[in-house]
């Protein structure tokens, strides 16, 4: 495995660096006091986000994502690791850039499922950072974690499919600018498992939808995008919004939700990286019992246990990508679920260390460490909960395992 970055990705790399400290990282606090000083938090969004995405478009960093696509930068999943994990840094930075979930995962929906009547609707004005999307999905009557237990219902009258189910955590479906969601539902309850749901194409404001709220998360709202709660009764949208065909829906997901598991992932180890950066300059700069912070051994080990933590967080990240690329998503299953449990835990020990180094301020939005650990630790439930990803990878090892030898007095398994 070759790891070093080509040159496109040099150049690319270059440039995202230099935009990073030139536009984002000065402008991460006047986004901040735009969206406090608005009179309504849900109503609108920072007008310095518009501000940065056209400066971005127009330094040629926009939707880096897509993989071997023309409607990207035309990168793989192993080239794009690193920009993303530089966007992972900030938290207004992915947008910026036309990177940012849930749009990015519904953008690669459009791209591989949808009729082409649907991208010209749809996907030209997502790649163009004109609307956003919402991916709806999770319930909360139910354990989401195995998407089979879906309730929701897709149900076909004549030219039309009536939408009935109640969700939550239906990211961005409350921002103004959301202007399609993407519903799993069940078509046919009585299908075999993993034919039984499909995905619908809805537009909000579309009668007999009800959003309910937004979902507070450990104390943030996440305004304008937030996490909501919805209903849906009697909903009636086109047969021609139904992605792929009925039964397909589960398909779908999973084809979705690999590349938005480890873009994830790439993230949470830029937010590691940054977590470090901080842990670092504020033990250099505060004394205690007559010495740095820096000069404390028990500092100066969280310190060397967050970057061996980082690294192999990095390496397993791109020895999945390189896998998507070569071998394809499905082959790269058990590294994608590796990832997925490794990135957002290593991520939280970061964070808390380099909280605890900052003491009381740690706990504050001051350093803005608090915010980000609350968000690292929604990603050990989103795109599936570490149990769900654990139990996946023990079922590859158990099924690869074919020991040739065995310790003394062990014997080999009942055929």
């Known amino acids: 495995m070759d790891f070093s970055y080509s040159e496109k990705v040099e150049k690319l790399r270059a440039k995202l660096l230099a935009f990073m400290d030139e536009h984002v990282y000065p402008n991460e606090k006047v986004y901040a006091k735009q969206l406090d000083a608005q009179a309504d938090r849900w109503s609108t969004w920072p007008p310095i986000l518009e501000e940065l995405k056209a400066k971005a478009r127009k330094a040629g960093l926009w939707n880096l994502f897509l993989p071997e696509s023309d409607l990207g930068a035309g990168l793989t999943n192993l080239e794009y690791a690193p920009l993303c994990e530089i966007m992972g840094r900030s938290e207004i930075a992915p947008e910026i850039f036309n990177c940012s979930a849930p749009d990015t995962g519904n953008m690669e929906v459009f791209a591989r499922y949808a009729t082409e009547a649907q991208k010209e609707k749809w996907l030209k004005p997502l790649l163009a950072g004109e609307i956003r999307s919402a991916f709806i999905m999770t319930e909360p009557k139910v354990a989401s974690s195995d998407a089979t237990n879906i309730e929701s219902r897709i149900e076909r009258d004549g030219d039309e499919y009536v939408i009935n189910g109640h969700k939550w955590w239906a990211s961005g479906a409350g921002d103004p600018r959301c202007k399609i969601f993407i519903f799993m539902g069940k078509t046919d309850p009585k299908a075999e ?29 996440d305004a304008p995008h937030g996490h909501w709660e919805i209903k849906f009764t009697d909903v009636r949208v086109p047969v021609e919004n139904i992605l792929l065909g009925e ?3 589960f398909e779908i997901a999973q084809g979705r939700l690999g590349p938005g598991r480890i873009h994830h992932c790439m993230r949470t180890v830029g937010v590691a990286e940054r977590a470090l ?16 912070l820096a000069e404390q051994g028990v500092v100066m080990q969280q310190i060397a246990r967050s970057r061996m933590e980082i690294e192999q967080s990095r390496l397993l990240n791109l020895k999945a990508a390189d896998m998507m690329d070569k071998v394809g998503n499905k082959a790269a299953r058990a590294e994608i679920a590796m990832i997925k449990v490794v990135a957002p835990n290593m991520t939280l020990k970061v964070l808390d260390r380099a ?7 740690g706990l504050t939005e001051d350093f803005g460490l608090a915010k980000a650990w609350s968000w690292a630790r929604v990603l050990r439930l989103a795109d599936g909960p570490d149990e769900v990803h654990e139990v996946a990878v023990a079922k590859f090892e158990l099924r690869k395992q074919s020991p040739t030898w065995l ?9």
Request: proline share 6%.
């Open 193 to 221: 498992r993993h034919k039984q749901q499909s995905m619908i194409l809805v537009e909000p404001g579309t009668k007999g939808i009800e959003i309910i709220r937004p979902l507070p998360v450990m104390g943030f709202d």
């Open 247 to 249: 039964g397909r829906g």
């Open 277 to 292: 950066e901080a842990m670092c300059a504020r033990a250099k700069s505060r004394v205690a019992f007559g010495k740095t």
């Open 355 to 361: 909280m605890q180094v900052h003491g009381g301020g």
């Open 407 to 415: 310790y003394a007095g062990q014997e080999t398994p009942a055929e």
